[in-house]
């Protein structure tokens, strides 16, 4: 994590939770981020966000999330309140990294948020690191949060429960070891690896670099990046 620090002066891991799959139907139910600096963490943000009047969490996201509408009722704050928070977060004079395990997913919900309230965060440019491109090359089948939580022995110090807040604490202690374990984190920046048999989910975003990524271990994306041939 050093390395990824000394580059950027803000880190943000984030987490979203939905009503389903798309995000120009579907909206986040839950948004939680923590802000990183050389400090550690400086800033959390864990906000139920209300659902439009008569719209209902699907019973199939109750079951996996154990969110409920009582909850949103209760809890809740206005949708364009979580995006001025997130805002707030991201707002920097620099290049921020927003991290997250499958960020091609939660990175389509939250541009569709900003441009449903009608905000854009405030900094130079935005860079993404998707823990889970990460991950696959470093660890056989499967590649959930869950199962990078097991691999990196941390099973007593975080946890998974499909809960956006305690998913991107866990995502933190996740990075911080797979940093650890090998210094290239900065070489999978703006990279995401897809499943070829499925293709890319959701719309390319022309920042990033979209590549298809083998299940082979040792085969690393961002040699395939600079012209690597996996099956050499």
């Known amino acids: ?11 943000v891991f984030f987490d979203t939770e939905t009503t389903g799959l798309d995000p120009e139907k579907d909206q986040i139910i839950e948004l939680a981020a923590v802000l990183v600096t050389e400090k550690g963490i400086e800033l959390k943000i864990d906000a139920f966000c209300k659902l439009p009047e008569g719209e209902k969490i699907p ?11 009582d909850m949103l009722k209760e809890n809740g704050i206005p949708y364009p309140e979580a995006c001025r928070a997130f805002c707030d977060m991201i707002h920097s ?7 997250a395990h499958n960020i091609q997913f939660d990175l389509l919900f939250t541009l569709e948020m900003f441009r449903r309230c ?3 965060p405030k900094a130079p440019k ?7 491109t990460v991950y696959k090359d470093r660890a056989a089948y499967p590649h959930k949060l869950e199962a990078a939580i097991e691999h990196y022995g941390l ?4 946890q998974n429960s499909h809960r956006a807040i305690d998913d991107v604490l866990a995502l933190y202690e996740v990075t911080k070891a797979m940093a650890a374990e090998r210094g290239d984190l900065e070489e999978y920046i703006d990279l995401i690896g897809y499943n070829p048999k499925y293709g890319i989910t959701g719309r390319k975003l022309r920042q990033l670099t979209y590549l298809p990524q083998s ?4 085969c690393r994306l961002p040699e395939l ?3 690597g041939d996996c099956n050499e």
């Open 1 to 11: 994590m050093k390395a990824l620090l000394r580059r950027f002066k803000k880190i």
């Open 59 to 69: 019973e199939k996201i109750v079951e996996l999330t154990h969110i409920t509408d």
């Open 93 to 99: 004079d620099s290049e921020v990294l927003l991290v």
């Open 118 to 120: 009608g905000m854009v």
């Open 126 to 132: 935005l860079r993404a690191l998707d823990s889970l």
């Open 155 to 158: 099973s007593e110090r975080v």
């Open 215 to 218: 299940y082979r271990l040792g």
């Open 225 to 227: 990046k600079e012209g």
